[in-house]
């Protein structure tokens, strides 16, 4: 499958993975055939699929969007969160023992495709709930939910609580969880150094933020919370009338009109003629801030007024030229001072776009402009200001450095495959494969060099240099004390002839013995190069006779 086009991206439902996360137990089972009777062996192994639970690591997360600590103008931007691994928001289950009922469909509507979710996004205003950090497992989650997830012990974790008719009207429904949840290819060309593969998980929340408000959200873990997650969502009347049944919650039904029709909207505000017995809590496993504003940075600079560039009203103000530059003091390495031009991104007219780039240094995109005749130091103060930015950003720096280590390890990895196919003589073939295949074409190139090696056949695998007691005539001759010709001569690859059969024994042989050619022969030869050593190594120490006198 080809990768997305550089400006579109591709969506997905879900994404399922290999193994939800939790713990697995592996059987294997064969049968053999012993004498006769078939006997069955089985072995087992237990491992653990790992996935973030009850917090998420930063390291989890691409962005998210209003972002962190942001203020503007965010009213028409559904916010979500983009995770790093695809299949995150569906390695856990949402109601593992089919405990929410079914959802209820009209006649010919189709049920929303794809899996269940195990997290959702809720937008919050201010005021809306409230933010635990560093509270106890067992006291987030009822006492059946906590068995339910294992009773995990010393497990601590963020939490949110939140009024119980409040959180029924926030909280998506089974089938919004999984609306509200898609993953998303997009082309990693031209992106940041931590694009990876173009495959990212997206959560969405189901609110609009609001003009001039605060607001906390927070993407909390739905894993078997059956107590919570409604099978449908409220109905809306056609008079925009939402009414919220929390039955499981032992609370009446409640009629509540919101003032934008909209089921999800705040409550605050509006009378409830209940009391709630109690707030809800759920795991937090990230959240984050933003401000609402009311204007957009387009908006803002649509109403900029450039009629007077340059000749400020109300007098005064930095001596601009009409193209915008400033004069500036300038003193350079040497310690000398002169006066260059320095203009900001925003100009009264268009300007032609730096094609020089890419820059390594802030010196190299200093240049004379045309327009003044002294040199101009705008894209250089640029320069550098992106670097201090990015020098900043402990996130860039660790992708930065993470960038480097990868590829100083792929051109240290190309090197010495390249080094590998140039001392085996590798062919072009295999050569294409060895960086995708090491291993396997090593071996094969291997097994090639050796079977087509110019080297004695005692030799075959080139290891001349390799000093092995059974291969060295030295350590032969020493340990059968024999002469070194002699143990050179029982060693050597090819039949013994008559007269180093005569050195070996003291008497001469009739005919060498023939040529190896199966398995059989191997043995044999080998049994009868042994009998001619222990032969030869017992005349060498056997008393000479005697002589009479």
């Not at 509540?256 to 409550?267: K, N, S």
């Not at 240049?367 to 003044?372: F, L």
Request: glycine share 8%; aromatic share 4%.
């Amino acid at each position: 499958m080809s990768s997305p086009a550089p400006g579109t991206l591709t969506l997905y439902d879900d994404v399922e993975p290999p193994l939800q996360a939790g713990a697995y137990r592996a059987t294997a089972t064969t049968t053999v055939s012993v004498r006769g009777a078939d006997q069955s062996l089985q072995s087992q192994r237990y491992f653990q699929v790992e996935s973030p639970r009850f917090a998420l690591p930063p390291s989890e997360i691409v962005a998210c969007y209003p972002p962190r600590n942001g203020h503007g103008a965010f009213h028409l931007s559904v916010p979500h969160i983009v995770l790093r691994r695809r299949t995150l928001p569906w390695e856990r289950a949402l109601d593992r023992g089919g405990r929410i009922p079914a959802p209820a469909h009209a006649p010919n509507e189709q049920a929303p495709r794809g899996r269940t979710p195990w997290m959702a996004l809720l937008l919050l205003d201010d005021g809306e709930g409230q933010l635990l950090q560093n509270v106890a497992l067992e006291e987030v989650v009822p006492a059946d939910v906590f068995q339910r997830l294992g009773a995990p012990s010393g497990v601590r974790c963020d939490a949110l609580e939140i009024e119980r008719p409040l959180l029924a009207s926030l909280l998506p429904s089974l089938e919004e969880v999984r609306l509200l949840a898609h993953a998303r290819e997009v082309s990693s060309d031209g992106r940041a150094l931590d694009a990876g593969d173009g495959f990212y998980a997206v959560v969405m929340a189901n609110r609009l933020p609001q003009v001039g408000a605060r607001h906390r959200v927070c993407l909390v873990s739905l894993e078997e919370r059956s107590d919570l997650v409604a099978a449908n969502p409220p109905a809306v009347a056609s008079d925009g009338i939402v009414n919220v049944s929390i039955a499981s919650a032992g609370l009446l039904a409640v009629a509540v009109a919101p003032p934008t029709g909209i089921r999800t909207r705040d409550l605050r505000g509006f009378h409830i003629p209940i009391r709630p017995l109690g707030a809800a809590r759920l795991v937090v496993l990230t959240s984050w801030t933003f401000e609402g504003g009311d204007a957009s940075f387009p908006d803002l600079m649509r109403g900029l007024d450039v009629g007077l560039f340059g000749l400020p009203a109300d007098g005064g103000g930095p001596p601009l030229a009409d193209t915008g530059h400033l004069p500036m003091t300038l003193e350079d390495r040497a310690g000398v001072t002169q006066t260059v031009w320095y203009r900001s991104p925003l100009v009264p007219q268009e300007v032609a776009r730096d094609t020089a780039g890419p820059y390594h240094a802030a010196d190299q995109a200093r240049r004379v402009s045309p327009e003044t005749g002294a040199e101009d130091i705008t894209y250089a103060a640029a320069f550098e200001v992106g670097r201090l930015l990015c020098a900043a950003d402990a996130r860039a720096v660790a992708d930065l450095a993470r960038w480097r280590r990868l590829g100083h390890r792929e051109a240290t990895r190309g090197r010495t495959l390249d080094q590998a196919a140039a001392r085996l003589s590798m062919d072009a073939a295999l050569a294409a494969d060895l960086p995708t295949a090491p291993a396997p074409v090593l071996a094969v190139a291997a097994l090639q060099r050796t079977a087509t090696a110019a080297v004695p056949r005692a030799d075959v695998s080139g290891l001349s240099g390799v000093k092995v007691a059974g291969l060295d005539a030295a350590a032969v001759a020493d340990a059968w004390a024999l002469a070194t010709p002699a143990a050179s001569a029982v060693l050597a690859p090819r039949p013994i002839t008559a007269a180093v059969a005569t050195t070996l024994t003291g008497a001469p042989t009739a005919a060498p013995p023939p040529a190896v050619t199966s398995a059989a022969d191997v043995e044999s030869a080998v049994t009868e190069g042994l009998d001619r050593l222990v032969e030869a190594h017992d005349a060498r120490l056997a008393p000479a006779p005697r002589r009479r006198p």
